[in-house]
């Protein structure tokens, strides 16, 4: 079964500290990865895909194939960086339905 | 270029009576998909049209609800009738085939459903 796992459903730190919010996943087969993310009275926006390998307001994030993890990560937290992070996967072809976790809440403090 | 839209943004109906949402999607977007977030749950795929055509209805949750993308265009979700247990936030997204080959869903912003 597809299923994505975020353990934290709030991560609160400072600004300047560093961010990491976890991800794993399981499926039976090569999935894509996605990381959502939906700022406060905004709607849902892509944030990074694994396969674009690029970083996006400072957020990366690696596929960990033998862990089954897809982490999302930055550095330096910024305080508009405060938002629900979702992290999804979808089968790699073609337009497939996305399965998503159920999501993190950052907040960052100054 | 309009994003996705999707009306009412909010709606409060009784248990027992029929709601229907609708979402446009982006111009030219042949994929439509409905998603819903039950509080405290995590966001689940309904359903998936490529034009007027249903191509996954997997995550219907039972007969109540029924998803028409008449035209191939804008789509609307009836749920009839409405339990308690459909209220949440449900979203639309549409996706089109990128000049890169990938597939982005763009989401609207949802209309949050509460049954009383």
């Known amino acids: 079964a597809q299923r994505v796992t975020q353990p934290e459903k709030l991560l609160s730190v400072f600004k300047g500290a560093p961010v990491e919010l976890k991800c794993n996943y399981s499926?039976?087969?090569?999935?894509?990865l996605f990381w959502y993310v939906q700022y406060s009275r905004q709607r849902l926006q892509l944030l990074l895909r694994?396969?674009s390998r690029e970083s996006i307001k400072g957020f990366t994030a690696d596929l960990n194939k033998g862990e089954t993890s897809f982490h999302l990560k930055k550095p330096f937290a910024q305080e508009e960086d405060s938002a629900m992070y979702y992290c999804?996967?979808?089968?790699?072809?073609?337009?497939?339905?996305?399965?998503f976790g159920t999501g993190t809440r950052l907040l960052v403090s100054p | 270029e309009a994003g996705v839209t999707q009306f009412p943004s909010h709606s409060v109906i009784e248990k027992g009576q029929t709601v229907t949402l609708r979402c446009d999607p982006i111009?030219?977007?042949?994929?439509l998909y409905w998603y819903r977030r039950v509080m405290g749950k995590e966001i689940k795929f309904l359903l998936h049209?490529?034009?007027?055509?249903?191509?996954?209805e997997s995550g219907m949750p039972n007969n109540r609800f029924l998803a028409e993308r008449t035209g191939g265009t804008y789509s609307t979700l009836k749920v009839q009738p409405a339990e308690l247990e459909d209220s949440g936030v449900y979203f639309c997204?549409?996706?089109?085939?990128?000049?890169?080959?990938?597939?982005?869903?763009?989401f609207g912003p949802g209309t949050r459903l509460t049954v009383t």
């Open positions: 997204a549409s996706s089109h085939l990128t000049g890169t080959g990938t597939y982005e869903q763009y």
């Open positions: 499926y039976s087969g090569s999935p894509e």
């Open positions: 999804a996967l979808s089968r790699s072809t073609g337009f497939q339905k996305l399965v």
């Open positions: 111009s030219g977007h042949d994929n």
């Open positions: 049209f490529v034009k007027e055509s249903k191509q996954d």
């Open positions: 694994h396969i």
